[in-house]
Nanobody
Framework: QVQLVESGGGLVQAGGSLRLSCVAS????????MGWFRQAPGKEREFVAD????????SHADSVRGRFTISRDNAKNTLYLQMNSLKPEDTAVYYC???????????????WGQGTQVTVSL
């Protein structure tokens, strides 16, 4: 069992930056691949980024590539999402997840955090 708690969300102007954190409980954090997802009002939850257990492999959605960076610190049981050059369309609730990679290296979430709100204004 893994419990995840996100923080770092807030209100920021377009072009600004935020760094989200996700702290995991338990001693098995380093065994899991981790990911960030987001859900905007009236839309389905969508993939943002994922990272392998060691941090050596990452993947980012086309919509955020070059602006967002996922990283992790296994010694601190913490996952990060550095978000730069934010746009109003990045407004959403952001969720971290712990999971595994499927046979096609697609990320599959097993555990979810409660989410943190990110709002980007013009």
């Amino acid at each position: 069992q893994v419990q995840l708690v996100e923080s770092g969300g807030g209100l920021v102007q377009a072009g600004g930056s935020l760094r989200l954190s996700c702290v995991a409980s338990g001693r098995t954090f380093s065994r899991y691949a981790m990911g960030w997802f987001r859900q905007a009002p009236g839309k389905e939850r969508e993939f943002v980024a994922d990272i392998s257990w060691s941090g050596g492999m990452t993947s980012h959605a086309d919509s955020v590539r070059g602006r967002f960076t996922i990283s992790r610190d296994n010694a601190k049981n913490t996952l990060y999402l550095q978000m730069n050059s934010l746009k109003p369309e990045d407004t959403a609730v952001y969720y971290c997840a712990a999971g595994v990679y499927g046979s096609g290296y697609e990320f599959r979430a097993n555990y979810w955090g409660q989410g943190t709100q990110v709002t980007v204004s013009l």
